[in-house]
């Protein structure tokens, strides 16, 4: 019997897991695979963005609800969640930019704040580990964070020097970063919409794209997961704080999406297994290594 497949997905906030990777993760679901999201931090510190939930009641109980909405969220996508238990360090602005509020999780050692996810590595024995990359996707202080835990711990776990108290070694064998815009998805998205005689929510996006890298060149893995978007959309509105139903995310209609750009895009940053790219599954060369065992 073939070895059970596993995923494990590391945010730094809820709301994380349904903006990156979810249609990806609701397609492995619904093909068998256990998939694990690990959130870092509770979003404590997390704006409201959601005109209709700025409220004082919310804002008074704003750890418990964005746990509530995290909830909701993982039901509809079909996964498991963990808690690693950090507090959100919020995004600083300014010029200077305020120091980082004491104690949050961007002011932790990488290390001891990875041993947590050592720990659940070790316990759920993911094969492919998702995050963000280098520059956290985009500079929020706890995604930033959240790369850098997630490193250190892939490659810690296996190690069975590291902190045998932690577990039974475990290595993943694979580490991917998520791609969530490139310029070509962009552009593809924008020249569908003005196609459809629809304003395109993206011509800003445009403009201010000619002065920012695009990471769409580092993209190595295209899942199609278009038949999932309902899902991601669905967990995204369940996280009511953060999305606004009426709001950007939302203006291009589903048809659109699916036609214009049906993938969710990764970079594959670690292998331990032999993988051809580009790839068109995250378990590209896991599923042959588990068929082996």
């Not at 906030?13 to 509770?42: F, I, N, Q, R, W």
Request: net charge negative; glycine share 8%.
């Amino acid at each position: 019997m073939a070895e059970q497949l596993r995923l494990m997905a590391v945010h730094a906030h809820p709301d994380d897991e349904s903006s990156k990777g979810a249609a990806t993760m609701a397609k492995y679901v619904a093909e068998g695979v256990d998939v694990l999201v690990v959130t870092c931090t509770g979003g404590e510190r997390g704006s409201v963005l959601n005109p209709k939930m700025d409220r004082p009641d919310v804002w008074a109980n704003i750890g418990d609800i964005r746990r509530a909405e995290m909830d909701a969220a993982r039901a509809i996508l079909g996964i498991e969640q963990a808690w690693l238990g950090f507090v959100d360090s919020g995004l600083p602005e300014g010029d200077p930019l305020p120091p980082l509020p004491e104690g949050c999780f961007a002011l932790e050692e990488v290390d001891v704040a990875a041993a947590s996810l050592v720990r659940l590595m070790r316990q759920f024995r993911p094969h492919v580990v998702t995050t963000y990359d280098e520059e956290g996707g985009y500079p929020h202080p706890d995604h930033i964070m959240t790369h850098k835990v997630t490193v250190a711990a892939f490659e810690a776990a296996g190690d069975p020097d590291h902190h045998p108290e932690l577990g039974e070694p475990w290595q993943p064998l694979k580490l991917y970063y998520d791609v969530g815009f490139s310029r070509a998805k962009i552009l593809s998205l924008h020249e569908a919409m003005l196609a459809a005689g629809l304003e395109s929510p993206y011509g800003e996006w445009m403009k201010r794209w000619e002065d920012r890298p695009d990471k769409g060149e580092r993209i190595t893995t295209r899942v199609e997961c278009a038949e999932y978007f309902p899902v991601r959309d669905d967990a995204l509105r369940a996280h009511a704080t953060q999305i606004d139903p009426d709001g950007f995310w939302f203006q291009v209609p589903m048809d659109l999406q699916q036609r214009a750009w049906p993938t969710e895009d990764f970079q594959l940053a670690r292998s331990m297994v032999d993988s051809p790219l580009p790839e068109s599954d995250l378990f590209a060369g896991v599923r042959e290594t588990c068929d082996a065992r």
